[in-house]
C-alpha cells in the first residue's frame, strides 16, 4: 500500500464529558454564530436532556428556535420543513439534538439552506448529482443515544418519500463544526433502546475493522470501539444510570462513526432495507443480522474475528483463526441475549412476504459493496432467510 497515496483525515473537534453541553455558549462565541435552529424529533422535545440544553442557552440569553418536526428514518419532507423554519425565523447556525435521525436531518438541512434545490439533487449514488460546493451553515451535533456515532460524520441518510428508499448525501463539508458527547444526555434511554443503538455501534466498529479499504488508524479506532461496547454496553443497559458506562458507549459510537470512513459492510445494506420496508429500528435490525453476516463472511475475515474475540475475552490460544471466528459471532449472540434482543427477524414483526422486497432494496444499498466478501442478490436473500 505505500505505494499508493492515501489521505487520512479526522476532522471533527469533539467535546468529551459530563456536563460537557455548559461548554456550548462558549463555542457559539468560537464559531461566530448567534441564533441556531435546534433541529430534533417530538419525543426528543418532551425529555428533561432536551431541556437542559435549552436551559444552558437560556442561562446566558441566547436566542433560538426549536424544529421538532423530525420523524424517525428522517424524510426529506422533514427536511424541507426545517429549511422553512430557519429561514423565516433568521436563523444562522444548526444544533442536531438527538439519535441518528435528528442529526441526519440537522446535516441535511445544512446543505438545503446552503445550496438550495431537493434532497435527491444530491444523491450521493446519482450519476447526475449536484455538486455540494457550500458554504454551508455551521453544525454542532449533540447525541442523546450511544450509537450512530452521526455526530462525527460526513453523511446522512434521508428517505425519499416518492422514491420509498433511502437516499445518501455525504460530502466534508457536511461534517459538524462540534460534536458535544455528554453522557448525562443518554441516562434516561430505555435499556431497549441503549441495547439496540449500543449494537449499531458494535456492528459499525465490526464492519469497518473489516471493510477491504486500507487505513490502519481507523483499524485501531475500530478495534478498540469493540472493546469500550464489549466492556461497557451490558452495564449500560442493566443499570441506566451507570454514568462512566454510558460515557465510555458514547465514545464507542463516535469511534465507530470514526472507522466507517473506511466504509460499512452487508449488515447495513440489510438494515437499511429492513428499516425502509418495515420501519424497524435501524440499530435493531443490525443486531439481529449482524451474527448471519459474520457467519457469511468468516472465512475472509477470520483474521480481524479472532482479534474480535480476544477483545470478547475469549482465549483464543491454540485456535486456528476460523476456530477464533466462530468464538467471535457466538460472543454476538450471546451479547445480544444479554442484552435482551430477539434473535430473528420473525420476532420483530417482518413477514416472510416482505423478504423479496427487502432483498431488492438491500442489493441497490451501497453499504455491501465494502463487505469483505462480495454478496449477489440471492447471497442477501439467503441471509434474510437465514435472519428470518
Ligand atoms: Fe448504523
Redesign the pocket.
Known amino acids: 500500500m505505500v505505494k499508493e497515496i492515501t489521505r487520512f483525515s479526522f476532522p471533527v473537534s469533539i467535546i468529551y464529558g459530563s456536563g460537557s453541553i455548559g461548554e456550548l455558549p462558549g463555542e457559539f462565541k468560537d464559531l461566530g454564530v448567534k441564533k441556531p435552529l435546534i433541529v430534533t424529533d417530538p419525543m426528543m422535545e418532551k425529555t428533561d436532556a432536551f431541556k437542559s440544553i435549552l436551559k444552558v442557552l437560556e442561562e446566558k440569553s441566547i436566542d433560538y428556535k426549536v424544529f421538532s418536526g423530525v420523524q424517525p428514518n428522517p424524510h426529506d419532507v422533514d427536511v424541507e420543513n426545517g429549511v422553512a423554519v430557519y429561514k423565516t425565523d433568521g436563523c444562522d447556525f444548526i444544533i442536531g439534538v438527538g439519535g441518528g435521525s435528528p442529526m441526519d436531518a440537522a446535516k441535511a438541512l445544512a446543505v438545503l439552506v446552503g445550496e438550495g434545490g431537493d434532497i435527491a439533487d444530491y444523491d450521493a449514488q446519482s450519476s447526475t448529482k449536484k455538486e455540494i460546493a457550500g458554504p454551508l451553515p455551521k453544525i454542532i451535533l449533540i447525541p442523546t443515544t450511544a450509537?450512530?456515532g452521526s455526530e462525527v460524520g460526513k453523511c446522512s441518510v434521508i428517505s425519499s418519500t416518492s422514491q420509498g428508499r433511502k437516499i445518501f448525501l455525504c460530502h466534508s463539508l457536511m461534517v459538524p463544526a462540534r460534536a458535544v458527547l455528554d453522557p448525562e444526555l443518554t441516562v434516561s434511554l430505555p435499556p431497549y433502546l441503549t441495547a439496540a443503538t449500543g449494537m449499531?455501534a458494535l456492528?459499525?466498529n465490526i464492519e469497518s475493522l473489516t471493510a477491504p479499504v486500507f487505513h490502519p488508524m481507523c483499524d485501531g479506532i475500530a478495534v478498540k470501539g469493540i472493546e469500550l461496547v464489549v466492556k461497557n454496553l451490558e452495564k449500560a443497559v442493566k443499570d441506566p444510570s451507570d454514568i462512566e458506562a454510558r460515557g465510555y458507549m458514547m465514545l464507542a459510537a463516535m469511534m465507530g462513526a470514526v472507522a466507517f470512513q473506511k466504509d460499512?459492510g452487508t449488515a447495513?445494506s440489510l438494515?437499511h432495507a429492513l428499516s425502509a420496508v418495515c420501519n424497524l429500528q435501524?440499530?435493531l435490525a443490525?443486531a439481529i443480522v449482524l451474527p448471519f453476516v459474520m457467519d457469511y463472511n468468516k472465512e475472509v475475515s477470520k483474521k480481524e474475528y479472532a482479534i474480535i474475540a480476544r477483545e470478547f475475552g475469549v482465549n483464543t490460544f491454540g485456535m486456528d483463526e476460523l476456530e477464533a471466528s466462530e468464538k467471535a459471532i457466538e460472543e454476538v449472540r450471546a451479547l445480544n441475549k444479554r442484552i435482551g434482543l430477539p434473535e430473528s427477524l420473525k420476532e420483530v414483526g417482518v413477514k416472510e412476504e416482505q423478504l423479496d422486497e427487502i432483498g431488492g432494496k438491500a442489493f441497490l444499498d451501497p453499504c455491501h459493496y465494502t463487505n469483505s466478501r462480495s454478496c449477489t442478490q440471492d447471497d442477501l436473500m439467503t441471509l434474510l432467510k437465514e435472519a428470518f
Request: aromatic share 0%; no cysteine.
Open positions: 450509537g450512530t449499531d456492528t459499525h460499512l447495513h438494515s435501524h440499530g443490525n
